[in-house]
């Protein structure tokens, strides 16, 4: 993913290259959206994709380089001229890891990292109780994952020592922000990102003829902590009391210089921020000159709106501190558990007569293999011991109210329910993807998917005496129509049950696309099957195998001929796809966003991958993205941990985002009530007879949506008047 990555930073930021290639074997893109992004790069006509390893690397002519590979795909031997060759290397535990974890106690892998307790289901608990172990220290990891894995054992670490009060912040002298406004504007330049296409220095002479702008300045990364420091020390040298910085999205960083005004004694929203990376160097890098021009205006009409911004104040709100867990599969137990451990009051919903989700269905779980049952019959205890309230059967009817305190109602057979939370963790998982009609499933008897050979498994000796030998077909219901991505539990679990098959003396044989052995020991475990006898033939997407009774045909693109296999089974590897009642249901009762492959939209894919864009409901396990067991509970210890944080206190500061009704205007005609995705204007009689608009604060997101819908302009967000954004139009012509 990351030679990819690059190839197309590099066609970006390098106009004069002709052509990339990538040598590869496997494409292991098995992260949410990562298919979608290895297709935008083939796509890209200089972009070449070529599957084959390189043998060696010569002196070419005109001292260039020259890559020789076989490619593997058109059986031919390959000659490539390179100017440059990039070697994309794995990763490997950090230098003095072993000597760590000798003092620390903890055991290390066969490869060096830190050895999970119990990898088939946690990323984060290490063979020694109270030390915990999360990101590229236990293996190669993804961001997302990192971050899931070190909210996780942030939660564990929190359940190891007596609870303590927030640090206390010193506080800070005030500055008064009233009198003319004294702006300083700080250009970052995001390393190359913006700097590689505009002229910072001209820009930041042009900024600094602005008006009301006592101070300006550049900054290799604004948001690092040298920057930060920069602004609160400009603030009180050059008395400034209004902030425009013009970097990159304010959706990941405003949050940033925000805490470094508060930090200053500056009101938090007296900041401005002007996105010239996203919407500039970025968009335009093949135009520089109108790529200034145009960042030179929106540095422009952000001064004009820091002038007229005034400071607000944040409410603080009561919040309930009860949490409900939606979803009694392995996200939601584990969720649940890591909740009651922090003596959080937690409640456990499930639709099912039986908690567990598809552990009920498996017999053993990779890598180690152990008992499914037995692992579930250990979360059942657990929960039991706890005293968690679970309510099975359970069917939600309704969600109201907003962070802190949720109202939901729900049936039962004992009949209707209702209970409250301040924070709600969804963990209703996903659903197999129906392969009935594919490669004869359905119709063919001996066509099964691996979830009812899972089951056969649970009686080896029976299977034995009536298969001799099985083929998998891989990616049946992922990356293709409907479900772009890769569902990443499926070339594991094949891999698991072929091992399986071979102990008992069955072939096996595995058609595949590319084998993605994500997580703990993904490769020993490929590297074991191969060794045991298990044949692994590619086929390609555009010509899939065909399923003839007990013969399956494939055209081996390797080889150019087709392959006849022998099958008394055909399994087919049937992906993860989202729940699309439940999904349907829980986003229209609490406004969740999904995203292009169905599945719930965390609020951000990298720094975010646990919280939604509705405040206090977070997501987790496969609701969130197709992934295994051990993500999975990553994932729900994270909710947790962010639950937890948010309900801890009793209170929480809201952001004062939020839009205002002048009633003195409204003509209480319901069209803000009609349009707001939230549900935040209600109609509310003012005491003389007439209805009004009333919005709630802490269910507005400031859209604005009613602002501009309302026939007399009684409404307005407060944080984006119409001074403010008639103040950015009209600067925008100048």
Request: charged share 20%; glycine share 8%; proline share 6%.
């Amino acid at each position: 993913m990351n030679s990819i990555k690059d190839s197309l930073l590099a066609l970006q930021h390098e106009e004069a290259i002709e052509e990339i290639t990538i040598l590869h074997t496997d494409i292991r893109a098995f992260g949410k959206g990562f298919d979608r992004f290895v297709e935008r790069a083939r796509s890209e006509a200089r972009i070449r994709f070529v599957r084959g390893r390189p043998a060696k690397i010569a002196e070419g002519n005109e001292a260039s380089l020259e890559v020789f590979t076989e490619d593997t795909l058109h059986q031919a031997l390959r000659r490539f001229p390179a100017d440059l060759v990039v070697l994309s290397i794995g990763a490997v535990p950090t230098e003095g890891l072993s000597s760590l974890a000798s003092l620390l106690g903890v055991e290390c892998d066969c490869g060096g990292f830190i050895r999970k307790a119990a990898p088939e289901q946690s990323h984060t608990e290490t063979s020694r109780k109270g030390i915990f172990v999360c990101g590229g220290a236990g293996s190669p990891q993804v961001i997302p994952d990192c971050v899931a894995q070190a909210s996780h054992a942030a939660a564990w670490a929190a359940f190891r020592v007596p609870p303590c009060p927030l640090p206390e912040v010193p506080p800070v002298q005030p500055v008064d922000p009233s009198g003319p406004p004294r702006i300083g504007v700080f250009i970052c330049h995001c390393g190359s990102n913006v700097a590689g296409v505009l002229n910072i220095p001209l820009l930041v002479e042009r900024a600094r003829a602005l008006p009301h702008v006592a101070y300006t300045t550049s900054s290799l990364f604004a948001c690092s902590l040298e920057g930060q420091g920069q602004i609160r020390a400009a603030v009180t040298e050059h008395s400034l009391n209004r902030i425009v910085v013009a970097a990159c999205t304010p959706r990941t960083h405003e949050p940033i210089f925000r805490n470094a005004l508060k930090a200053a004694g500056l009101n938090s929203f007296l900041c401005e921020m002007v996105n010239i990376r996203d919407q500039c160097s970025w968009v335009h890098y093949k135009e520089p000159t109108l790529a200034l021009s145009r960042a030179e205006d929106q540095i422009r009409m952000g001064a004009a709106r820091a002038s007229r911004l005034s400071a607000l104040s944040s409410p603080v709100i009561s919040v309930n501190r009860k949490v409900l867990v939606i979803g009694g599969g392995i996200s939601g137990i584990e969720a649940a558990l890591a909740l009651a451990r922090l003596k959080v009051p937690v409640t456990l919903l499930e639709k099912e007569a039986r908690p567990g989700g598809q552990l009920n269905s498996l017999s053993s779980i990779y890598p180690d293999g152990v008992e499914s049952a037995s692992l579930l019959r250990e979360k059942l205890e657990n929960l039991k011991k706890a005293e968690i309230k679970i309510f099975t059967q359970a069917g939600i009817l309704g969600i109201t109210g907003s962070v802190g305190d949720f109202r939901v109602e729900f049936s039962h057979p004992s009949g209707k329910k209702v209970l409250t939370a301040g924070a709600i963790i969804l963990a209703i998982g996903g659903e197999l993807y129906d392969a009935d009609g594919s490669f004869g499933y359905g119709t063919l008897p001996n066509v099964v998917t691996q979830l009812e050979l899972e089951r056969r498994l649970q009686d080896p000796q029976s299977l034995s005496r009536e298969v001799k030998s099985v083929t998998f077909i891989q990616c049946v219901g992922s990356r293709g129509a409907g479900n772009p991505g890769c569902s990443r539990f499926c070339c594991p679990t094949t891999v698991k049950q072929a091992i399986g098959l071979r102990s008992i003396g069955i072939n096996a044989t595995v058609l595949y696309r590319d084998m993605r052995m994500v997580g703990h020991k993904g490769e020993e475990f490929f590297r074991k099957a191969r060794e045991m006898g298990v044949l692994f033939v590619p086929y390609d997407r555009t010509n899939p195998p065909t399923v003839l009774g007990e013969i399956v045909t494939v055209r081996s693109p390797l080889l150019s001929t087709d392959i006849e296999i022998p099958s008394d089974l055909t399994v087919l590897a049937v992906g993860m796809v989202p729940r699309s009642g439940d999904m349907t249901l829980l986003s229209d009762f609490l406004k969740i966003p999904r995203s292009e492959d169905g599945f719930a939209m965390e609020k951000h894919p990298e720094l975010g991958p646990v919280e939604t864009t509705s405040d206090g409901v977070f997501v987790c396990g496969v609701l969130q993205g197709a992934k295994d067991i051990p993500d999975s509970t990553a994932q729900a210890g994270a909710a947790a941990a962010k639950a937890f944080s948010l309900v801890r206190q009793g209170t929480i500061t809201m952001e004062p985002l939020f839009c205002t009704v002048d009633e003195t205007r409204c003509l209480g005609c319901g069209r803000c009530v009609e349009i707001c995705p939230f549900h935040a204007p209600k109609l509310e009689g003012n005491g003389d007879g007439r209805l009004t608009s009333e919005i709630h604060q802490v269910l507005c997101k400031g859209c604005g949506a009613c602002a501009v819908s309302c026939p007399t302009g009684a409404i307005s967000p407060n944080h984006f008047t119409d001074d403010q954004i008639f103040s950015m139009i009209e600067t925008a012509w100048r």
